[in-house]
């Protein structure tokens, strides 16, 4: 079954500060969709990159950075000198799309930038 | 272009009450999906559609919560009778099934509160 484990539910690191939200996720199929979406403070749902199964290239994207490693079915975000507007809830998700359109979403990282 | 856009943003009625919750997908858009958000369960899926027909409700908590989508461009979510524990935000988001590559997009959620 799909699952999808974020297992920091909170962190809180000070501004410039690098940090990395860690995602696992469980799957048995082969061909497979991996998310991250951010929720601000102001509660809508914002999606930041989406990363297929069968390529395993890191992306960067500005001060953000993606890992994703099937070997450990891991697909771990990183922003790299954290500003105070990255606060917010950091959700990964998981689609076994096209066979299911069903995303499993992650139950979250609150991320704290502190001043 | 617009959104997904969900009706109303908040809303607060007493336990008992019928509410019903609006979404319109993003204009070509052929999979629609109902979200619940709470700080105890995260977020979860309740039903999805594929061209109007629902495809997966198992997501839907009790016969008291119902999803219907008699056009494209147009889906309804309702609870009769509501609850104090159905108190959550309620998120629409709509995809291009024929394009799995691409991500959910959300609507801005609906705010619910029974009292």
């Known amino acids: 079954a799909q699952k999808v484990t974020q297992a920091q539910t909170e962190i809180s690191v000070v501004e410039k500060e690098d940090v990395t939200l860690d995602c696992v996720y469980e799957?048995?199929?082969?061909?497979?969709?991996l998310f991250w979406y951010k929720q601000p403070p102001s509660g809508e749902l914002v999606f930041l990159i989406r990363?297929?199964?069968?390529?395993?290239q890191n992306e960067i994207s500005g001060r953000y950075s993606w890992n994703f490693q099937k070997s450990t079915s891991s697909f771990n975000f990183t922003i790299t000198a954290s500003q105070v507007v990255d606060s917010a809830v950091y959700f990964c998700?998981?689609?076994?799309?096209?066979?299911?359109?069903?995303?499993?979403f992650g139950k979250g990282t609150r991320l704290h930038i502190l001043p | 272009d617009a959104g997904v856009i969900q009706s109303p943003r908040h809303e607060v009625t007493e336990m008992g009450q019928e509410v019903t919750l609006r979404c319109k997908p993003i204009?070509?858009?052929?999979?629609l999906f109902w979200y619940r958000q709470t700080m105890m369960r995260g977020l979860e899926l309740l039903i999805y559609?594929?061209?109007?027909?629902?495809?997966?409700d198992s997501g839907m908590p009790e016969d008291r919560f119902s999803a219907k989508m008699p056009n494209a461009s147009f889906s309804t979510l309702k609870i009769q009778p509501s609850e104090p524990r159905d108190s959550a935000v309620y998120f629409c988001?709509?995809?291009?099934?024929?394009?799995?590559?691409?991500?959910?997009?959300f609507g801005d959620g609906t705010r619910l509160s029974i009292l």
């Open positions: 799957t048995r199929d082969t061909t497979y969709y």
């Open positions: 990363r297929n199964s069968f390529d395993e």
């Open positions: 559609f594929n061209n109007n027909v629902p495809i997966d």
């Open positions: 988001a709509s995809s291009a099934r024929q394009r799995p590559d691409q991500p959910q997009h």
């Open positions: 998700a998981l689609s076994e799309s096209p066979r299911d359109d069903k995303i499993i």
């Open positions: 204009s070509g858009h052929n999979s």
